[in-house]
């Protein structure tokens, strides 16, 4: 049922999903970095901070977070890891598709900026007051504890991003340190374990940082297990065949009854034949739950 429902859904949205998105987000990532090199002080400016969003006006914040890099502390680091994310980030939406591959990054965007409100909502409860140091803004409450909501940040999106590569390819090999190869489901297992370590010793801002961050990723598991572990040899299949059924020339072999679309004009369209019309009528995703029924001709004046 989970399914058909989310089936559902990608018919009624899926045209709205932003293909190449790793590319878009990596640029995001190289505008920060610039920001970072002209003028560091202005990234205090961009952070996700709940008190500055709804006491300041600043609603700005709420988007311009995704700007920040995970790290910009090193230019050919930042360039590798740009180059690493958007290669496992493209595998993966050829693997999943758009649509999921969105819903994915989306949802851990979203959630992200639910758990600093949630975050920020307990350290009103608590008597929050500011503590300025430097150019960052901490948030001092009544038990001691220090809130620093630059920690909701594009790292735990990464971390989710490669989590979710390797569940999905979990017997590629990559280079640790560009000498080492190693399967990435053991990177993943020890990425896993380190994140569980920094729950347990962080205390509940860090339960909620990274576990706001990283809940797409259990969505993921729990909604998608059909759609994981596949191999590369699978995904190269997949994409070659999709590639060769794309610039095939001649008769299209799909068309609408009702807008007339084929395959050769929106090779993301699916297309499926209604049990319910008399005769062979197939429709888009789009017109296949909107459409009329076409009845027999005996019950068309009914």
């Keep these: 049922m989970g399914s058909n429902f989310s089936s559902k859904f990608e018919r009624k949205f899926g045209k709205y999903a932003i293909p190449n998105i790793s590319l878009y987000l990596i640029i995001c990532y190289a505008v920060g970095f610039l920001i ?8 205090g400016y961009l952070t996700l901070d709940p008190f500055k969003i709804f006491f300041h006006g600043q609603v700005w914040r709420l988007v311009t977070w995704i700007l920040i890099p995970p790290s910009s502390s090193n230019l050919f680091f930042m360039l590798i890891m740009l180059v690493f994310y958007y290669s496992i980030g493209t595998q993966l939406e050829r693997t999943w598709g758009t649509y999921r591959y969105n819903l994915y990054l989306f949802l851990g965007m979203l959630f992200t900026i639910v758990g600093s409100i949630l975050l920020f909502l307990y350290a009103l409860v608590m008597g929050a007051k500011p503590l300025i140091m430097g150019t960052e803004t901490f948030y001092s409450l009544s038990n001691g504890v220090l809130i620093y909501f630059g920690a909701f940040s594009t790292y735990y999106i990464n971390m989710s991003i490669f989590l979710a590569y390797a569940a999905t390819f979990p017997e590629m090999q990559v280079l640790l340190m560009f000498i080492i190869p190693i399967k990435v489901k053991w990177l993943g297992i020890v990425y896993g374990a380190m994140l569980v370590f920094e729950c347990l010793t962080g205390g509940l801002v860090n339960w909620v940082v990274i576990g706001s961050s990283l809940l797409n990723f259990v969505v993921f598991f729990l909604t998608s297990r059909n759609h994981i572990h596949m191999s590369p040899k699978q995904m190269k299949r997949r994409h070659d065949f999709k ?33 319910k019309c008399f005769g062979n009528y197939e429709y888009c995703q789009y017109h296949l739950y909107t459409h009329e029924h076409v009845r027999p001709p005996h019950e068309a004046g009914r």
């Excluded at 970072?36 to 990234?43: K, M, P, R, T």
């Excluded at 299209?252 to 993301?268: L, M, Q, S, V």
């Design 243 to 275: 590639r060769q059924t794309q610039s095939a020339a001649g008769v299209t072999k799909h068309k609408c009854a009702i807008c007339g679309r084929t395959e050769k004009d929106d090779p993301t369209l699916e297309f499926r034949f209604c049990s």
């Design 36 to 43: 970072s090199l002209i003028n560091s002080d202005f990234l």
